[in-house]
Nanobody, 116 residues
Framework: QVQLVESGGGLVQPGGSLRLSCAAS????????MGWYRQAPGKQRELVAT???????NYADSVKGRFLISRLYAKNTVYLEMNSLKPEDTAVYYC??????????WGQGTQVTVSS
Protein backbone atom coordinates (compact mmCIF):
# COMPACT_ATOMS: atom_id res chain seq x y z
CA GLN A 1 0.00 0.00 0.00
CA VAL A 2 1.20 3.50 -0.81
CA GLN A 3 2.77 5.34 2.10
CA LEU A 4 2.98 9.11 2.35
CA VAL A 5 5.82 11.14 3.85
CA GLU A 6 5.39 14.87 4.36
CA SER A 7 8.28 17.29 4.80
CA GLY A 8 9.22 20.94 4.54
CA GLY A 9 7.54 22.39 7.59
CA GLY A 10 9.18 24.67 10.10
CA LEU A 11 9.02 27.93 11.99
CA VAL A 12 8.39 31.00 9.87
CA GLN A 13 7.51 34.62 10.60
CA PRO A 14 4.14 36.05 9.56
CA GLY A 15 4.28 36.97 5.89
CA GLY A 16 6.85 34.31 5.16
CA SER A 17 6.73 31.33 2.83
CA LEU A 18 7.25 27.59 2.99
CA ARG A 19 7.09 24.78 0.46
CA LEU A 20 5.80 21.44 1.67
CA SER A 21 6.45 18.14 -0.09
CA CYS A 22 4.56 14.87 0.08
CA ALA A 23 6.45 11.88 -1.26
CA ALA A 24 4.49 8.72 -2.02
CA SER A 25 6.17 5.32 -1.86
CA UNK A 26 4.26 4.22 -4.95
CA UNK A 27 2.54 5.64 -7.96
CA UNK A 28 -0.13 8.27 -7.40
CA UNK A 29 -0.96 8.44 -11.10
CA UNK A 30 -4.21 6.53 -10.68
CA UNK A 31 -5.44 8.55 -7.71
CA UNK A 32 -8.15 10.89 -9.04
CA UNK A 33 -7.34 13.69 -6.62
CA MET A 34 -4.77 14.52 -3.99
CA GLY A 35 -5.18 16.97 -1.19
CA TRP A 36 -3.35 18.79 1.55
CA TYR A 37 -4.99 18.81 4.95
CA ARG A 38 -4.10 20.53 8.19
CA GLN A 39 -4.97 20.06 11.81
CA ALA A 40 -4.47 22.80 14.37
CA PRO A 41 -4.40 22.06 18.10
CA GLY A 42 -7.89 21.39 19.40
CA LYS A 43 -9.43 21.51 15.93
CA GLN A 44 -10.57 18.96 13.39
CA ARG A 45 -8.49 18.13 10.37
CA GLU A 46 -9.51 20.27 7.41
CA LEU A 47 -8.89 20.04 3.69
CA VAL A 48 -7.12 23.16 2.42
CA ALA A 49 -6.11 22.33 -1.15
CA THR A 50 -6.96 19.74 -3.80
CA UNK A 51 -5.52 18.89 -7.18
CA UNK A 52 -7.36 16.69 -9.65
CA UNK A 53 -5.75 14.30 -12.11
CA UNK A 54 -6.37 16.78 -14.91
CA UNK A 55 -4.56 19.50 -13.01
CA UNK A 56 -7.54 21.50 -11.75
CA UNK A 57 -7.13 22.87 -8.25
CA ASN A 58 -9.42 23.94 -5.44
CA TYR A 59 -8.66 25.80 -2.24
CA ALA A 60 -10.34 26.56 1.04
CA ASP A 61 -11.35 30.19 1.29
CA SER A 62 -8.91 30.69 4.14
CA VAL A 63 -5.90 29.96 1.91
CA LYS A 64 -7.13 30.99 -1.52
CA GLY A 65 -4.68 33.29 -3.25
CA ARG A 66 -1.88 32.38 -0.84
CA PHE A 67 -1.36 28.62 -1.28
CA LEU A 68 -0.57 26.71 -4.46
CA ILE A 69 -0.86 22.93 -4.82
CA SER A 70 0.97 21.02 -7.53
CA ARG A 71 1.95 17.44 -8.31
CA LEU A 72 4.84 15.83 -10.16
CA TYR A 73 3.92 12.36 -11.36
CA ALA A 74 7.49 11.47 -12.27
CA LYS A 75 8.48 11.78 -8.61
CA ASN A 76 5.16 10.67 -7.10
CA THR A 77 5.21 13.91 -5.16
CA VAL A 78 2.65 16.53 -4.28
CA TYR A 79 3.69 20.02 -3.23
CA LEU A 80 2.09 22.85 -1.32
CA GLU A 81 3.59 26.28 -1.73
CA MET A 82 2.47 28.56 1.06
CA ASN A 83 2.92 32.31 0.88
CA SER A 84 1.89 35.26 3.04
CA LEU A 85 1.64 32.93 6.00
CA LYS A 86 -0.45 33.92 8.97
CA PRO A 87 -0.39 32.73 12.60
CA GLU A 88 -3.71 30.97 11.96
CA ASP A 89 -1.96 28.77 9.39
CA THR A 90 -0.11 27.09 12.25
CA ALA A 91 -0.96 23.39 12.15
CA VAL A 92 0.32 19.95 11.27
CA TYR A 93 0.00 19.50 7.53
CA TYR A 94 -0.78 16.17 5.86
CA CYS A 95 -1.36 15.00 2.32
CA UNK A 96 -3.73 12.25 1.26
CA UNK A 97 -6.35 11.40 -1.30
CA UNK A 98 -8.78 14.19 -2.00
CA UNK A 99 -12.57 14.10 -2.46
CA UNK A 100 -13.63 10.99 -4.34
CA UNK A 101 -10.31 9.26 -3.79
CA UNK A 102 -9.30 6.47 -1.47
CA UNK A 103 -7.88 7.69 1.81
CA UNK A 104 -4.46 6.14 2.33
CA UNK A 105 -2.83 5.54 5.71
CA TRP A 106 -1.99 8.94 7.15
CA GLY A 107 1.64 9.98 7.30
CA GLN A 108 3.26 11.68 10.27
CA GLY A 109 2.59 15.13 8.86
CA THR A 110 4.86 18.15 8.98
CA GLN A 111 4.55 20.92 11.56
CA VAL A 112 4.14 24.49 10.34
CA THR A 113 4.43 27.21 12.94
CA VAL A 114 3.86 30.85 12.01
CA SER A 115 5.06 33.15 14.75
CA SER A 116 7.17 36.22 15.30
Amino acid sequence: QVQLVESGGGLVQPGGSLRLSCAASGSIFSIPSMGWYRQAPGKQRELVATILSGGSTNYADSVKGRFLISRLYAKNTVYLEMNSLKPEDTAVYYCNGGPGSTILPWGQGTQVTVSS
